[in-house]
């Protein structure tokens, strides 16, 4: 083989491999409201990775200073102040880091937990399967933020704890998902072909057929984001979140609902960003589902 | 399908043995007890140790959940470590309130939901669909406790219209039913207008119009009824996703409903009554679920088909 064919076989090459991935960007890119969601999830990830340069936690963040409270939004206080004579603006801004946390690792803890489960229901079926799937079930009849409830009083309120008990509850839906993915897949000729050149079943179960039948998943895991960001806050909001003084969105709210009547604006301003935070990650599900969704191709 | 209901029915007993036995485990090993509110710096050791013996603390956690599992399979949910009252009773006593409170957001929820998604489908791509597309977005993204504080500043401090808090009379259903009406309403919205459109565009939408069948029924009836089944799976889920998490609209408003008795039951560490209430509400939660399944059957005649069919597609309609 000649250098000028090699060349040319390595460039049809990449172009192969960039087409499958640079159509879902091009179909995603079409999409003002998915693009709208990226972008505003790319300004809350700069800010939570940021946020701790600019503002110091101790002294800026938790700091009390009783003589400056419920000072309404100003130019030096954006946000005004609370009933401590924090600053809410920075306190605003550092919690981005805890939602964002929150919200990418509980569900990629149970998109973790629920691929392996799922996909071992869908592809060995039998048995294993009506196991997986009634645990599933089960595990889906108990009401997530009762059961998020009893898992926070449990294990004690930190950050770590909120994560594992606002995931548990996402589980039975990954395992549902996955399963319903591989149940598609797994009959597909390559499948058959990668038992055919010796792939142990295992192997075969996680090299091809999973790969295969993420798109599904994807979409899910973005579409959760949303709703676990919203259940941690409520978590928090009834006290089974993170510890104080932590400026957790959800927990912000929950201190300004005691000062409704003269502040307001300290329960106005951590809202608006939890749904701000929401709305981004809903949107840019919605435009994932479009882009990897071959039943709605445009 | 009667057979299918009664299977359904039947599947409560593993899951009200595995919920209780989570629950349980869970309240069981959590720090601190019931017993750490009753106790004071004069109590004794003698009178603590009563306290923990009448509890039955002073047992292993295994002994305490076969006791308790003894009476909960003779179908008694014991009684209250606080207060002394029936679990059951304590819990049908405010089931009302957030039943009543359901059924009003659902009316508010699904009364508004299914003209507005229709409309959107009806004239889709124009300022009217992209106005309820926004709409059910930001509805879908607002933390329902941060909706229910905004409206309880907005009309019951600021206008005085509304009762801030608690269930006195019909007006107090107003700020709660809509807090907890506008998550069901955006997604039933934003269900019914995908349904709609995937629907309006089918040859027997046009083969309707062509044989003359007025517009109205031609929606009414030839793309709702084939719509039907995605927006009552909507309705079913956000529905029971609401009852559950009622919990903390109820927590906002004061609302004296079993969501409330559970955060407190959970706080105050009284186990059996913590879990007697998680166990209920997941039994509403399934027998809900139940209720959309036989929707199903009743709303679309091929699914009722299904179900009188042989045993091969019976089974097709359980996978």
């Not at chain 1, 941690?232 to 959800?250: N, Q, Y």
């Amino acid at each position: 083989m000649s250098g000028n064919d090699a060349a040319t076989l390595s460039v049809s090459k990449r172009y192969k491999k960039q087409s499958a991935l640079g159509e879902i960007w091009h179909r995603l890119k079409r999409n003002k409201g998915a693009v709208m969601g990226l972008v505003i999830f790319f300004i809350f990830v700069i800010i939570a990775l940021y946020s701790s340069f600019f503002v110091d936690y101790n002294t800026q963040v938790t700091a009390i200073d009783p003589s400056n409270a419920y000072k309404p939004p100003s130019s030096e206080h954006f946000f005004g102040t609370d009933n401590m004579g924090r600053d809410l603006f920075y306190r605003v801004l550092y919690g981005t880091r805890y939602s964002l946390v929150i919200g990418l690792f509980s569900v990629g803890f149970a998109l973790v937990v629920g691929i392996i489960l799922g996909s071992i229901a869908g592809f060995y079926g039998g048995r294993t399967e009506d196991i997986i799937m009634r645990a599933s079930d089960i595990l889906a009849s108990i009401p997530g933020l009762l059961l998020g409830m009893c898992i926070v009083t449990v294990l004690g309120t930190n950050l770590f704890n909120l994560v594992f008990a606002v995931g548990v509850h996402s589980i039975p839906e990954f395992i549902r998902v996955t399963r319903g993915s591989v149940l598609l897949v797994r009959n597909q000729e390559f499948v058959e072909s990668a038992t055919a050149i010796g792939y142990g079943s295992l192997k075969t179960l996680f090299t091809q057929v999973v790969p295969n039948g993420l798109s599904p998943i994807i979409v899910t895991y973005t579409c959760r984001i949303g709703s676990a960001i919203i259940e941690a806050a409520s978590l928090s909001f009834l006290g089974f979140g993170v510890p104080v003084p932590t400026p957790e969105w959800g927990a912000l709210i929950s201190d300004g609902r005691n000062y409704l009547r003269m502040a307001p604006f300290l329960t106005y301003f951590p809202g608006i960003f939890i749904m701000i935070a929401v709305l981004a990650f809903n949107i840019l599900g919605d435009g994932l589902r479009d882009a990897l969704d071959p039943k709605l191709k445009r | 399908m009667l057979r299918y209901v009664l299977r359904r029915i039947l599947w409560l007993i593993p899951v009200i043995i595995c919920v209780s036995f989570i629950i349980y485990t869970l309240l069981s090993l959590a720090p601190g007890t019931i017993v750490d509110k009753m106790i004071t710096d004069s109590t004794t050791q003698a009178e603590l140790q009563e306290i923990m013996a009448k509890y039955d603390l002073d047992k292993p956690m295994v002994y305490r959940y076969a006791k308790y599992m003894w009476g909960l399979l003779q179908g008694d949910l014991g009684t209250s470590q606080i207060t002394g009252s029936s679990v059951w009773q304590s819990f049908i006593a405010r089931l009302p309130n957030t039943l009543w409170l359901a059924l009003a957001s659902l009316v508010i929820g699904v009364g508004l939901s299914l003209p507005l998604g229709i409309l959107a489908a009806k004239y889709s791509s124009t300022i009217w669909d992209n106005l309820t597309t926004g709409f059910t977005l930001i509805g879908m993204s607002m933390p329902s406790f941060w909706l229910g504080l905004l409206l309880l500043r907005w009309f019951s401090l600021d206008f005085k219209i509304f009762p801030a808090g608690g269930n006195a009379g019909l007006k107090s259903f107003v700020l709660p039913a809509i807090t907890s009406g506008l998550m069901l309403m955006a997604m039933v919205t934003r269900q019914t207008r995908s349904a709609m459109l995937e629907v309006l565009h089918s040859d027997y939408l046009r083969t309707a119009r062509a044989k003359g069948v007025p517009e109205k029924s031609v929606i009414r009836v030839h793309a709702l009824g084939n719509a039907w089944i995605p927006i009552i799976t909507t309705i079913g889920n956000v529905l029971s996703r609401t009852l559950a998490g009622q919990a903390i609209v109820e927590s906002v408003f004061s609302w004296p409903g079993i969501g409330r008795l559970t955060i407190e039951a959970v706080e105050q560490r009284d186990v059996t009554l913590a879990c007697g209430c998680v166990i209920l509400t997941s039994i509403i939660y399934v027998l809900l679920l139940l209720l959309v399944d036989i929707m199903y059957a009743v709303v679309d005649p091929r699914i009722r088909a299904q179900y009188q069919g042989t045993k091969k597609s019976k089974k097709a309609v359980m996978a």
